[in-house]
């Protein structure tokens, strides 16, 4: 069950630069002179299409950023949950332990806000390369 999210994650990012290259291929999207994580391509058309693509560029860099994080090993995240899968059988209830108390599940937390700006930005630079910004 943990893997449905980080699933659903990685399928709308590798769809959505699919979707994109095909709109820019037709002409109807393009890669703005300067992007950012709303903006990775606008519409060369009509309104609708402008804010399609800002839609989908918001839920592509927000997958993809959540991709990641959710396979950190550090609990409330999915990557704790899978951490017990592959654990031995004498650490489950230290990690079971671990995933109850409230102080480290805030902790999780607080690490994933503090690696943000270490992953954020590469992430935002790839999909930028990847549609030729």
């Not at 703005?32 to 309104?47: K, Q």
């Not at 959540?66 to 230290?94: C, E, R, T, W």
């Amino acid at each position: 069950m943990a893997f449905a999210g980080p699933l659903a994650n990685l399928a709308i990012a590798i769809t959505m630069p699919v979707v994109f290259r095909i709109g820019i291929a037709t002409g109807f999207l393009t890669t703005p002179f300067f992007s950012d994580s709303e903006h990775l391509v606008v519409s060369t058309h009509s309104d609708w299409l402008y804010i399609a693509a800002r839609l989908g560029s918001i839920a592509l860099y927000l997958n993809s950023i959540l991709f990641l994080f959710n396979k950190m090993p550090v609990p409330p995240l999915d990557g704790f949950s899978v951490l017990k899968g592959i654990l031995p059988k004498a650490a489950i209830g230290f990690h079971d332990m671990v995933a109850s108390h409230p102080a480290l599940r805030w902790g999780g937390i607080i690490l994933a806000w503090f690696a943000f700006p270490f992953v954020g930005r590469p992430v935002f630079q790839f999909i930028t390369r990847l549609l030729g910004s």
